[in-house]
């Protein structure tokens, strides 16, 4: 516990407030940090009497008069828990420092005490992210995530909406949002995904609103952190729907992005259809989707039946609207539609047909 780093920030904090030379032992009686850098690595003799008793050992002029090296001082052990770490040397007679020596060690102790509680916060945070990690990409057994909940204390029935976040690029940005949502007032938990990335969970009863998130987002960026992105997933009613709405607000991310590049926040109320349809890419179903519109594709070089055909699905099938949608007469629409039904073989007045072509155009979307 007492290494080399914290014992110099002892040396470090103290010295020039009492105006002498200190050294911090370690429990062995070596010196590992020192005022003076010659000393740093020596046995110093007070120390290790004071190790041997117990107590704290003064060392006056007279004293140094029989010892070889040594020089007046008092020494103190230092403690944490009850166990002694080691000793604080303050250089100078003992009749002149004894007060100002108790304080030292006073403030050394709480110097150790603090870097301790510290220790504790990150240990137990790197825990808590390495156990959200794990159950996220389903590393973790029913009866292990049920465990490391209770370590987190979460309750494994709570309900809870994900929000990923993504950054625009790989800084320090993703730390900092981090430290700022462990300082964050509320009982929601976060994780430090990667480089760009990290998980929000936000106890709830049921899924936040776009309002919520916004409210979220506005929030981050006042960290300041800027063109972040946000997305929400399938809404986890309890920790064993964890991993499915990570990877649901991973795929909204990824096609709210492509579809609308602009956006800051992609739900996925909005984007369920095609989070739906993601699993038939590359599938022989998919496969067998997409060529329904294949088809027309090939025939339609400028691409007018099948921007028309996505205006009319987008017009709710009513023809009126689609014709002023597009900017054209009616019967214009229905040469169109009729060519559509003439290459595909589908019609264009049967629902059937028409969720067949309208799953095709969005299946195609997400390539």
């Known amino acids: 516990m007492l290494d080399a780093q914290l014992a110099q920030r002892i040396v470090d904090r103290t010295m020039p407030i009492i105006g002498h030379n200190i050294n911090v032992m370690n429990n062995a009686g070596m010196v590992v940090a020192s005022g003076e850098k010659s000393r740093i690595g020596q046995t110093h003799d007070g120390a290790l009497l004071a190790l041997n008793r117990k107590a704290s050992v003064e060392v006056t002029s007279e004293d140094c008069k029989l010892l070889s090296g040594v020089k007046p001082g008092v020494n103190l052990l230092l403690k944490h828990k009850n166990a002694i770490l080691g000793v604080v040397g303050i250089t100078g007679e003992p009749s002149e420092i004894r007060g100002v020596a108790e304080l030292v ?59 990923l976040v993504e950054m625009p690029n790989q800084d320090s940005s993703t730390t900092t949002l981090t430290e700022h949502l462990y300082q964050k007032s509320g009982h929601h938990l976060c994780a430090h995904l990667s480089a760009r990335h990290l998980v929000i969970f936000v106890p709830t009863e049921q899924p936040l609103s776009v309002g919520k998130v916004n409210e979220w987002l506005h929030w981050l960026e006042q960290i300041p952190c800027r063109n972040l992105k946000i997305s929400t997933g399938k809404f986890a009613h309890s920790l064993d729907e964890w991993q499915t709405a990570y990877h649901s607000a991973l795929q909204v991310m990824k096609i709210g992005k492509a579809a609308r590049p602009k956006n800051a926040v992609y739900l996925l109320e909005e984007y369920q259809l095609p989070v739906l349809l993601a699993p038939l890419h590359g599938t022989w179903q998919g496969e067998q989707l997409s060529q329904m519109i294949a088809t027309l594709t090939e025939h339609d070089k400028s691409g007018q039946l099948v921007a028309t055909l996505e205006a009319y699905f987008d017009a709710n099938g009513s023809a009126n609207d689609t014709a002023s949608k597009l900017f054209i007469h009616r019967n214009t629409l229905k040469y169109r539609l009729d060519k559509i039904t003439e290459i595909t073989g589908f019609e264009t007045t049967d629902f059937s047909h028409m969720a067949q072509l309208y799953l095709a155009i969005q299946l195609g979307k997400l390539s």
């Open 105 to 163: 060690a006073m403030t050394a102790e709480l110097i150790i005490d603090q870097a301790d509680l510290l220790e504790k916060v990150q240990r137990d945070r790197r825990y808590k992210d390495e156990f959200i990690l794990a159950c996220l990409t389903g590393r973790l057994t029913p009866s292990e995530m049920r465990d490391g909940a209770e370590q987190i204390s979460v309750n494994p029935s709570d309900s809870w909406e994900l929000l």
